[in-house]
């Protein structure tokens, strides 16, 4: 069974750092397209990242060059590091799977908010 | 990359059929045939209901069916039931490498 935890969101300042994971099981990570996707309060979902099955990764352009993505195939995990955080960055944060170019199985999502 | 357009609320009684639209661009949705779309029940996370344009996973009811047309595409649900009631999200693939969600349509079921 497929399953994808997300930890590592809570309360940080604006101009901070976070580190968010995702703790795959029940399938590869490094096989897959993995995804971040997030969702402000009362908000649409917004993608944000994608690593590919080899190394290739790419961001939306309102996380680009703060945000990274990144996999830990050792631990089959998922990662973004967030940094330069802004207000407007406050959402829950969804890892998901994708066997190509949709999003196959989600996880339950971890808060972030940004606030001083 | 601005968000695929959808109709913010559409609804139906039990039993009717309803079609949400997804419009985009020659450069996400008409471009590409890596049309998805999902179903959010409040609080918790999205769900794939259809992939590539028009392919339901495995498990997802065949009351589901989406198409394209041009630069839209289009999710129908028939056979309206109490439980379909959702938000529901187009996503595309574009020709940046990026993807892209629609604005989300509230489905009600009367």
């Known amino acids: 069974e497929v399953q994808l935890v997300e930890s590592g969101g809570g309360l940080v300042q604006p101009g901070g750092s976070l580190r968010l994971s995702c703790a795959a099981s029940?399938?590869?990570?490094?096989?897959?397209?993995m995804y971040w996707v997030r969702q402000a309060p009362g908000k649409g979902l917004e993608w944000v990242s994608v690593i590919y099955t080899g190394h290739s990764t790419y961001y939306a352009d309102s996380v680009k060059g703060r945000f990274t993505i990144s996999r830990d195939s050792s631990k089959n995990t998922l990662s973004l590091q967030m940094n330069s955080l802004r207000a407007e960055d406050t959402a829950v944060y969804y890892c998901?799977?994708?066997?190509?170019?949709?999003?196959?199985?989600w996880g339950q999502g971890t808060l972030v908010t940004v606030s001083s | 990359q601005s968000a695929l357009t959808q109709p913010a609320s559409v609804s139906g009684s039990p039993g009717q059929s309803i079609t949400i639209s997804c419009t985009g661009t020659?450069?996400?949705?008409?471009?590409?045939?890596?049309v998805s779309w999902y179903q959010q029940h409040p609080g918790k996370a999205p769900k794939l209901m259809i992939y590539?344009?028009?392919n339901r996973p495995s498990g997802v009811s065949n009351r589901f069916s989406g198409s394209k047309s041009g630069n839209t595409a289009s999710l129908t649900i028939s056979g309206l039931q109490a439980e379909d009631e959702a938000d529901y999200y187009c996503s595309s693939y574009t020709s940046s490498s990026t993807y892209v969600f629609g604005t989300g349509t509230k489905v009600s079921v009367l």
């Open positions: 020659s450069s996400d949705v008409g471009g590409y045939n890596y």
């Open positions: 590539d344009v028009s």
């Open positions: 998901a799977m994708g066997r190509s170019d949709q999003f196959d199985y």
């Open positions: 029940g399938f590869i990570v490094s096989n897959n397209y």
